[in-house]
């Protein structure tokens, strides 16, 4: 019954040809400079861009010393900054999540929508928004880091119940099903709590703004602490990914690897939901994007991710200033009405959708 | 197999192997006999009490004697106009979702591609919640837009995956990547309106039977009496579709036209389902695992998957009624509360390795 999508076991046909793709270090380093130069233009337009008309001048003074009696320079300065950083926090950890929840879990539909990661952190706000009368972002969101927590350990406990402990089949298996529980959860308190219901729709949009400069800052530790894990984790996955039997051959220690993984998949989750929202999507698309242009090696695809998943989600965030003023749309919205046609592309593009 | 015995011939051997296979196979036909049988009791059990439980409890006997002619007036209204077509609504729809998830997890083999992960509910949804937040659709017209919904996203799906044939793993990912989509629609038209319209569509999302009545009984069970036919005869195919395309294709089956086919019932089954309740959560999705687990070794175990979701629906919607006094809880919270850590103890219980769903 599991499929190939699931067990993620490989040909030894489709191994040969994964390694004649596979680049050489010189190329796939000057790439990733190349991504970056791409995420600094990004990250520049993410300043230029929005309504409230700014000169470019102003932007610049505005980030490097700002006058905040110029209108200009005080958007800057005041939400365009924020918004910048939130974007590339939160890019940053979806990125490496999804990376390294696909590389645990052995399937390429890894990501916190699938795994129950974002069901555990709405559930959460959901709760204190209802239960405890919280009305501020800044009140919420930690409880949503919580909810994120809570849910990957449930997740990742029940996956590993019974004699074999977690197999990727039932780590996904467990997350779906978590999800539908913890959603339904959100859904009955939400539908007996009109109040509640009408902050949470604007919460599950997800969104860049209105995170102050003070919630950035108590969260970026954690993002750093999370990012720093999930890069040293590139051998192990390349190891995981031949195979719990293979990898133990090799001298690798299963158990710790996943449970190091489930720690920064948390770490990295939890501040992503309390920068933006429940965003979906990012963390799918962003590791498979990743490992076109890298081939399957771990140690490249995570560096990657981490920085094309900030220029999709600022490009993203950009794209939804603009497409429909005088309002925006939520970066959360445009992720994944425009993500889904490069992932459609690419998935088309491939024979076979490797790990 | 036993070593030659002094005085044996090869035929009585040969004779002795094939009573053997007809053993076996008589054990699992009979344990599969025996499981549908199980079930279908326990539907019609309680399907009974639903119809006497209420507000005004009614013994099983006026029950019985209403449905057919009798009764006072009070009774027959009660039994006649509320309990039972909701019950048979629920009954119908949990039929309708058990079979479509079914037929998806067998056909592409991933235990993931039911209906409501792979972008077909998410089609409804959109459809359905776009039509009646922007343009005021109600009732019928409503349920027309789900169905249609479902019905252009598993197109769409299909074609999209369309790569000189279609891949169960392009499917799913490719399902799981639009659904996304999709669902991101439903919740900006929902941000976007007014707060009663989008707290009455966020409950039409969740999946409910409340207030449901003959008006959706009857299309749904023409359409279902026109589909499971269908997808009875086209399931055929899953047999040999399950090996593998390769093997299927040297087994004489016409791969592409037969899986076009299933697909094709499967998303009808969803999409009906969703029209006459909403996107019902999880039935499609633990109604093939858990059927399977009851009769192990008989494939799809599709009429099992049917009767596993047509009682999920029945015992959940009793409890959506009844659990909370003063409280109409949807339905939908229900069968994910109840189904799903029923899945995660299957799931837990699994001894074999990856063999999970």
């Known amino acids: 019954m599991s499929g190939p999508v699931l067990q993620g076991t490989k040909e030894p046909t489709t191994r040969t040809s994964e390694r004649?793709?596979?680049?050489?270090?010189?190329?796939?380093?000057?790439?990733?400079?190349?991504?970056?130069?791409?995420?600094?233009?990004?990250?520049?337009?993410?300043?230029?861009?929005?309504?409230?008309?700014?000169?470019?001048?102003?932007?610049l003074d505005g980030v490097f010393h700002p006058d905040l009696g110029v209108k200009g320079q005080l958007i800057v300065q005041e939400v365009r900054i924020p918004r910048t950083v939130a974007g590339l926090l939160?890019?940053?950890?979806?990125?490496?999540?999804?990376?390294?929840?696909?590389?645990?879990?052995?399937?390429?539909?890894?990501?916190?929508?699938?795994?129950?990661?974002?069901?555990?952190?709405?559930?959460?706000?959901v709760c204190s928004i209802s239960f405890f009368g919280f009305t501020v972002v800044t009140q919420y969101i930690w409880f949503g880091f919580?909810?994120?927590?809570?849910?990957?350990l449930l997740v990742y406990g029940v996956g590993s119940l019974g004699r074999e402990g977690a197999t990727p089949v039932k780590l996904a298996l467990a997350g779906a099903a978590t999800s539908a529980v913890l959603t339904s959860v959100t859904s009955a308190v939400l539908l007996q709590d009109r109040e509640s219901y009408d902050r949470f729709r604007f919460w599950q949009l997800g969104t860049l703004t209105a995170r102050d400069a003070d919630v950035l800052w108590q969260v970026s530790p954690f993002v750093v602490a999370g990012a720093v894990l999930a890069l040293l984790l590139g051998p192990q996955l390349n190891a995981l990914s031949l195979g719990d039997d293979l990898a133990r051959g090799l001298g690798q220690r299963v158990g710790l690897a996943r449970l190091v993984s489930a720690l920064a998949v948390v770490l990295l989750c939890?501040?992503?939901?309390?920068?933006?929202?429940?965003?979906?999507?990012?963390?799918?698309?962003?590791?498979?994007?990743?490992?076109?242009?890298?081939?399957?090696?771990?140690?490249?695809?995570?560096?990657?991710?981490?920085?094309?998943?900030?220029?999709?989600?600022?490009?993203?965030?950009?794209?939804?200033?603009?497409?429909?003023?005088?309002?925006e749309v939520q970066v959360g919205v445009v992720t994944a009405a425009i993500g889904c046609v490069p992932f459609i592309w690419l998935v088309r593009r491939r024979k076979q959708v490797e790990l | 197999m036993t070593g030659?015995?002094?005085?044996?011939?090869?035929?009585?051997?040969?004779?002795?192997?094939?009573?053997?296979?007809?053993?076996?196979?008589?054990?699992?036909?009979?344990?599969?006999?025996?499981v549908v049988a199980g079930l279908l009791a326990a539907v019609v059990a309680v399907f009974a009490v639903?119809?006497?439980?209420?507000?005004?409890?009614?013994?099983?006997?006026?029950?019985?004697?209403?449905?057919?002619g009798g009764g006072d007036g009070g009774s027959r209204f009660v039994v006649l106009e509320l309990r039972l077509p909701r019950a048979l609504l629920a009954v119908l729809v949990g039929v309708g979702f058990g079979l479509s998830g079914a037929v998806f997890q067998s056909l592409l083999r991933n235990p993931l591609a039911s209906p409501d992960i792979i972008g077909i509910s998410a089609g409804a949804s959109a459809?359905?919640?776009?039509?009646?937040?922007?343009?005021?659709?109600?009732?019928?017209?409503?349920?027309?837009?789900?169905?249609?919904?479902?019905?252009?996203?598993?197109?769409?799906?299909?074609?999209?995956?369309?790569?000189?044939?279609?891949?169960?793993?392009?499917?799913?990912?490719?399902?799981?990547?639009?659904?996304?989509?999709?669902?991101?629609?439903?919740?900006?038209v929902m941000a976007r309106s007014d707060t009663t319209d989008a707290q009455e569509a966020y409950l039409w999302l969740t999946g409910t039977l409340n207030g449901r009545s003959w008006g959706q009984v009857w299309p749904l069970l023409t359409a279902l009496a026109v589909l499971v036919p269908l997808t009875a005869l086209a399931a055929r195919a899953l047999g040999p579709l399950r090996l593998g395309d390769d093997a299927a294709a040297g087994l004489g089956a016409r791969v592409e036209r037969d899986r076009l086919a299933l697909l094709g019932c499967a998303t009808a089954l969803a999409g009906v389902a969703t029209a006459a309740a909403g996107p019902v959560g999880f039935v499609a999705f633990v109604a093939g695992p858990i059927a399977r687990r009851l009769v192990p070794g008989r494939g799809a175990a599709l009429p099992h998957a049917a009767l596993t979701g047509a009682l999920i629906v029945l015992v959940a919607d009793l409890g959506a009624q009844h659990l909370l006094p003063s409280v109409q809880l949807p339905v939908g919270v229900v069968t994910s509360i109840i189904g799903a850590p029923y899945l995660l103890l299957l799931l837990a219980r699994a001894n074999r390795g990856g063999s999970g769903g």
């Open chain 2, 50 to 68: 639903s119809l006497s439980v209420g507000d005004m409890v009614l013994p099983l006997g006026t029950v019985v004697e209403t449905l057919f």
């Open chain 2, 127 to 188: 459809v359905a919640v776009t039509a009646s937040l922007l343009f005021q659709v109600s009732g019928l017209a409503l349920s027309g837009s789900a169905l249609s919904g479902s019905m252009a996203a598993g197109a769409a799906i299909y074609l999209l995956a369309w790569r000189q044939g279609v891949a169960g793993q392009r499917l799913v990912l490719i399902g799981v990547g639009f659904g996304t989509g999709l669902s991101s629609v439903v919740w900006y």
């Open chain 1, 146 to 152: 919580l909810g994120a927590l809570l849910a990957a």
């Open chain 2, 4 to 34: 030659t015995r002094l005085g044996e011939t090869p035929d009585a051997r040969l004779a002795d192997a094939v009573r053997t296979v007809a053993r076996v196979r008589d054990r699992g036909r009979r344990r599969s006999v025996v």
């Open chain 1, 20 to 59: 004649r793709r596979a680049r050489s270090r010189p190329v796939l380093a000057l790439g990733l400079l190349a991504a970056v130069a791409v995420l600094l233009l990004t990250v520049l337009a993410s300043l230029a861009v929005g309504s409230g008309d700014v000169a470019l001048a102003d932007v």
């Open chain 1, 270 to 327: 939890g501040a992503a939901t309390v920068v933006a929202g429940p965003i979906g999507f990012v963390g799918l698309a962003v590791p498979h994007a990743a490992r076109l242009i890298t081939g399957p090696d771990y140690r490249w695809v995570l560096p990657y991710s981490m920085v094309l998943a900030p220029v999709m989600l600022l490009v993203a965030d950009i794209v939804g200033r603009v497409v429909a003023p005088p309002g």
């Open chain 1, 90 to 125: 939160a890019g940053a950890a979806l990125g490496l999540a999804g990376t390294v929840m696909q590389g645990v879990a052995r399937n390429p539909l890894a990501d916190p929508q699938l795994l129950g990661v974002n069901a555990g952190a709405s559930v959460a706000v």
